[in-house]
């Protein structure tokens, strides 16, 4: 390790030889338009299978009305997210919208927007170096089709 002057601050940088990488496509298929799945234990698994053991790891929805985040995996506050993203960007009227022309997904475009489409979580030691009760979820907008998140993990 050496260190390196970093806008007036020191900074402790790692050489990384034994960079790898890993990449996941995980799949999903919602019963409904809208939906939040905990994927945590998918990640972690993707994350497991590639022995990275200190890096980063990025996981991001790769459909324009899907999102991914990290917060609490408690159903009351799902609730309030629907809710509240409902009175933000409401699904109906349909004609509200002017992307909506050969199809009614206006609203969801504006969700996602709102939700963000990715997370990057630390990798320490093999593990997501979550907070307290920090979890990722997929938050789908305009489901019942088959869509992508990327998992994407760099480090040694």
Known sequence: ??????????????CWADMRSHRTELCFQTH???E????????????????????L???NS????SSVFINDDESGLHRDFER???????????SQYEHNGAEDNGDAHLKRTIMGREVVVAVTNGHLDFGPWEQIFYGEFD?????RVLVKIVGE
Do not use: D
């Open 1 to 14: 390790m050496r260190q390196v002057a970093a806008t007036g601050c020191f900074a402790t940088c790692r």
């Open 32 to 34: 409904s338009r809208r």
């Open 36 to 55: 939040f799945i905990n994927i945590t234990p998918q990640v972690q698994e993707c994350l497991s299978i590639s022995g990275i053991r200190e890096g």
């Open 57 to 59: 790891l990025l996981v």
């Open 62 to 65: 790769m459909h324009i009305t």
């Open 84 to 94: 509240w993203l409902e009175r933000l960007a409401p699904e109906k009227p349909y």
């Open 143 to 147: 489901g019942m089709r088959r869509k």
